[in-house]
């Protein structure tokens, strides 16, 4: 554990690059070989509209990541937040719980937030929109809302009290994962429901991308599946149901290009039809 603490806590910006890069290179090369859903359209294209926010995200992160080590040291240096509530649990259990708080706060919660919040649901637009998901729509998010996702985890990580080895490893964790499961991969049905008892699986977070309410308010999770179960936003479907998009832009001109995108959040039509 020591030396797990030791490298997150120094982990070069070099390293959670490779992070970044490699589980799209892993996952690419799965779902190329083993896809879900066979390819009836350009991956390469695709691929770089959702690499430039991608980019986008990288940016925002990386000007604003001076407010992240100054939340990290303040709430450290206070003892405050949900870890100092008990200074005695082992570094094992401080850690999981750490990992818990952090992903319900910086991810369920912003997911949900987006998702009720007609300003924020604009900007989200962006990443439901995509009607080819795989693992690059992982990082399909619009700048400004890569800017209210990192004000959730600066949130997040105050109401922690999380040390930033912590927050690194909850980010690198965070960013694996998504691109899991939004990969254009089919595991064995058994094997999906039971990872999804913990975990955010491929077939659990592909419900969240169908196109139609009530599943797009669904299934909010990033890493853990279960803040999803606890508050009742848990919700399935046959992958052969399965849709991508969202039901207000389903033209290839509103979603195929950065410029549409872009400026997505302020055309009107963005009221979402019930299956």
């Known amino acids: 554990m020591d030396a797990l603490i030791a490298y997150f806590a120094g982990i070069p910006s070099s390293h959670r690059a490779l992070i970044l890069a490699g589980g799209i290179a892993l996952f690419w090369l799965w779902e190329t070989a083993e896809p879900l859903v066979r390819a009836d359209y350009r991956k390469g294209r695709h691929a770089l509209v959702n690499f430039f926010f991608t980019a986008t995200t990288i940016v925002v992160n990386f000007l604003l990541a001076f407010l992240l080590l100054r939340a990290s040291e303040w709430a450290v240096a206070r003892e405050l937040g949900v870890l100092f509530l008990w200074p005695g649990l082992p570094v094992l259990a401080q850690l999981l719980v750490g990992l818990l708080v952090l992903d319900l706060v910086s991810a369920w919660l912003a997911h949900w937030v987006q998702h009720k919040t007609p300003m924020l649901w604009r900007l989200h637009l962006v990443h439901h929109s995509d009607r080819h998901v795989d693992t690059t729509t ?39 994962l998504s691109q899991f499961n939004h990969a254009n991969i089919a595991l064995p049905a058994a094997l999906d429901r039971a990872i999804s008892w913990l975990l955010v699986s491929p077939d659990m977070h ?15 999770g990033n890493v853990f599946s279960v803040w999803d179960r606890l508050f009742g936003t848990f919700r399935t479907i046959d992958r052969a149901q399965l849709t991508y998009g969202i039901d207000t832009h389903l033209a290839e001109a509103e979603h195929a290009s950065v410029g549409a995108l872009l400026t997505m959040p302020l055309r009107k039509g963005t009221r979402r039809l019930v299956d």
């Open 206 to 220: 592909k419900v969240h991308h169908h196109y139609v309410l009530p599943h797009t308010d669904s299934n909010y």
């Open 138 to 176: 992982a990082n399909r998010h619009h700048p400004g809302e890569s800017v209210v996702r990192f004000g959730f985890t600066l949130a997040a990580v105050v109401l922690t009290g999380a040390p930033m080895w912590m927050v690194f490893l909850y980010q690198s964790l965070s960013v694996v």
